[in-house]
């Protein structure tokens, strides 16, 4: 029903930039709150970034002034600006809505399938 797909991953050598996409498509009603995590070998799944959908922010302690998340609310769509990447910032990022599918009144967790990120020191 629903499909959150992302894109932009990649290498690049450290100081670079990447931008991420995320675009959540399906029988989607509205959506609340995107946020982008992100999963490090051997370690947690840690939230980088939330956008809610009147534009409020948050990040990360280890990413502010760095990343900057923004959306585009027409388009489902959230994006993920990373700039000054370090090679801490390493890892599979995951696309993430709470989202209302059309017909239910219930708001849901969804999971995008991730792209990978490499920062070369």
């Known amino acids: 029903q629903v499909q959150l797909v992302e894109s932009g991953g990649g290498l690049v050598q450290a100081g670079g930039s990447l931008r991420l996409t995320c675009v959540a498509s399906g029988r989607i009603f509205s959506v609340n709150d995107m946020g982008w995590y992100r999963q490090a070998p051997g370690k947690q799944r840690e939230l980088v970034a939330v956008?809610?959908?009147?534009?409020?922010?948050k990040y990360v302690d280890s990413v502010k002034g760095r990343f900057t998340i923004s959306r585009d609310n027409a388009k489902n769509t959230v994006f993920l600006q990373m700039n000054s990447l370090k090679p801490e910032d390493t890892a599979d990022y995951y696309c993430n809505a709470d989202l209302r599918v059309t017909g239910s009144f219930l708001f849901r967790n969804f999971w995008g399938q991730g792209t990978q990120v490499t920062v070369s020191s």
């Open positions: 956008i809610t959908s009147a534009g409020s922010t």
